[in-house]
């Protein structure tokens, strides 16, 4: 069965640290990758997503997240994190070999502490 | 333009009972899902729905149904209520269900069954 993982389940870190959460999924062939966001309190939003073509992708707030085809993974990163950065982040997978239902990962919480 | 609603914001019900819980897409949006949300099982996909047709399904019992109606609102159904019920259901919706549409998720309805 299709499945994503994610690397840790909380990470906690000063402001000013550099983020990389990791995220492997389990498809193979062509697959979407996204990453969502879950803020206290607010809705799961889009931060960002990949189909094709360079690997290296930017999304709202100053995130990145970099595709590796070899190693199937889609790896959030952000060189310098806030405050209000403190969520919850899920990485979310989908295929059209597979339906177009999304599979998310375990999400991992991320705490910057000020 | 309008988020999606979801209604009601919090539910409680006891063992046995059934509940149906309602998603208003966002305006134009034809495409609703449906996610179950919990802590051990993080977000698990239920069904889709588009021009009210059931277009994929998870791996949930039938006691979990749908239906979405000709102006693309959508209703779940959870008959006889387990404990393990309990849950934040998210609903999402896309311009068309494409796997490379971006899914805008709703604030979510959080069950709790006694």
């Known amino acids: 069965a299709q499945s994503v993982s994610q690397h840790n389940h909380h990470v906690i870190l000063s402001e000013a640290a550099s983020l990389e959460l990791g995220c492997n999924y389990s498809?193979?062939?062509?697959?979407?990758l996204f990453w969502y966001v879950q803020y206290p309190g607010q809705h799961l939003q889009l931060l960002l997503k990949y189909f094709s073509g360079d690997p290296l992708v930017k999304g709202i707030k100053g995130f990145e997240a970099e595709f590796i085809k070899s190693k199937f993974s889609f790896n959030l990163r952000k060189p310098s994190v806030q405050w209000s950065d403190t969520a919850e982040y899920f990485c979310?997978?989908?295929?059209?070999?597979?339906?177009?239902?999304?599979?998310f990962g375990p999400g991992t919480r991320l705490s910057v502490l000020p | 333009k309008a988020g999606v609603t979801q209604t009601p914001r919090y539910l409680i019900k006891t063992r046995g009972q059934q509940v149906t819980l309602s998603c208003s897409p966002i305006s134009g949006h034809r495409s609703v899902s449906w996610y179950q949300q919990t802590p051990g099982q993080g977000l698990q996909f239920l069904f889709e729905y588009f021009s009210e047709t059931q277009r994929n399904k998870g791996n949930f019992p039938g006691r979990f149904s749908g239906r979405q109606f000709s102006n693309s609102r959508s209703e779940m159904n959870v008959s006889t209520l387990e404990l393990g019920d309990s849950a934040l259901y998210l609903c999402?919706?896309?311009?068309?269900?494409?796997?490379?549409?971006?899914?805008?998720f709703g604030p979510g309805t959080r069950l709790l069954v006694l």
């Open positions: 979310a997978v989908n295929s059209e070999n597979y339906g177009q239902n999304f599979v």
């Open positions: 498809y193979g062939g062509t697959v979407n």
């Open positions: 999402a919706s896309s311009l068309a269900g494409g796997t490379q549409e971006t899914q805008y």
